[in-house]
């Protein structure tokens, strides 16, 4: 089994596995607010007819798709697409993202079926026209035989990684194959305009994170309803806007009180309590430790 590994100065990482011929399974482990896709395709598979799977482990993947609408896969969603139909750039809201791609190229197996397909009747052209049908993109939130399928992909000895993999990618196309899409709950795709207000939005809640804004405040300053508001914010960044501030707001915190000697009740007017009680409480809902502890912590203090 052919293995190639990418590092892009420690913030990025791709460790590729071809799998069977013209099939490659992706770990991917990315620090960074998005990634082009394209400077990693194998030149000797340049083609449209690649299908796409990607699994979501940690973190949050925008698919910015042709047709100028959007996607995006949580924790523990499964994605399938053709990767002509998205852009080349992918966005992490959260900045960061772990997962797997697996990726099919469709005229590589069609001229070199392997054998173990062969032998379990699995039809990847049937799957495609299932699934991706008229340049869809399918969607699949998470389940537990989704996280069945997956869970024991992260975590597999050397030794037997390479027979594993192989079992692993058959049994995933064998629940694709027998898939009802029917059956699924849909993805919504959502709009590029409001996408971008979202995160016109996100920046200004981030760049000003000490100040406190309301639902209302910010739907009529960026002409958005409070309703488009709340679930285009919780689709792009996976929680509502009250929840992330507040966990934005104590990574501040812990930042601050890593590299300044500010007092804790200075580090909690930073970053927008005036009872340093409440922000204590909050931080160490959070963190498992007061504010205090945590400084003495991260300075090697008893």
């Avoid at 960074?32 to 000797?44: A, G, L, M, Q, R």
């Avoid at 896969?73 to 697996?102: A, C, Q, R, V, W």
């Avoid at 899409?181 to 981030?206: G, L, Y």
């Avoid at 209302?216 to 709340?230: A, G, N, Q």
């Amino acid at each position: 089994m052919k293995q190639s590994k990418t590092n892009v100065n420690d913030i990025r990482q791709m460790s590729v596995f071809e799998v069977f011929s013209g099939i490659e399974l992706i770990y991917n482990n990315f620090n960074s607010p998005n990634v082009n896709v394209d400077k990693y395709i194998t030149n000797k598979y340049i083609t449209d007819n690649i299908m796409e799977i990607s699994h979501c482990r940690k973190g949050r993947v925008e698919c910015d798709l042709k047709d100028g609408t959007y996607l995006f896969l949580g924790e523990g969603d499964l994605g399938i697409n053709m990767l002509n139909n998205h852009t080349s750039k992918m966005n992490f809201p959260t900045n960061f993202y772990e997962g797997i791609s697996i990726n099919l190229y469709l005229d590589i197996i069609d001229k070199n079926i392997p054998s173990l397909l062969n032998d379990t009747n699995i039809n990847i052209y049937n799957i495609k026209k299932k699934l991706c049908s008229n340049s869809s993109c399918f969607v699949i939130r998470a389940t537990e035989r989704i996280e069945h399928i997956f869970s024991e992909l992260y975590n597999i000895p050397e030794s037997i990684k390479g027979a594993y993999l192989k079992i692993k990618v058959l049994e995933l196309l064998l629940f694709l194959s027998v898939l009802d899409p029917d059956k699924q709950e849909k993805k919504e795709h959502f709009s590029k305009f409001h996408v971008e207000t979202i995160k016109a939005i996100h920046f200004k809640i981030t760049e000003n994170f000490s100040k406190r804004y309301t639902i209302d405040e910010l739907s009529k300053e960026f002409c958005i309803s409070p309703t488009t508001l709340k679930l285009y914010f919780k689709e792009v960044y996976g929680t509502n806007i009250s929840s992330y501030l507040i966990n934005y707001r104590m990574k501040k915190a812990s930042e601050i009180l890593r590299t300044t000697n500010n007092s804790i009740s200075q580090v909690a007017y930073d970053v927008g309590y005036e009872s340093q009680s409440k922000f204590a409480i909050k931080f160490k809902e959070i963190f498992g430790m007061t504010p205090l502890e945590y400084r003495k912590k991260c300075s090697g203090e008893k």
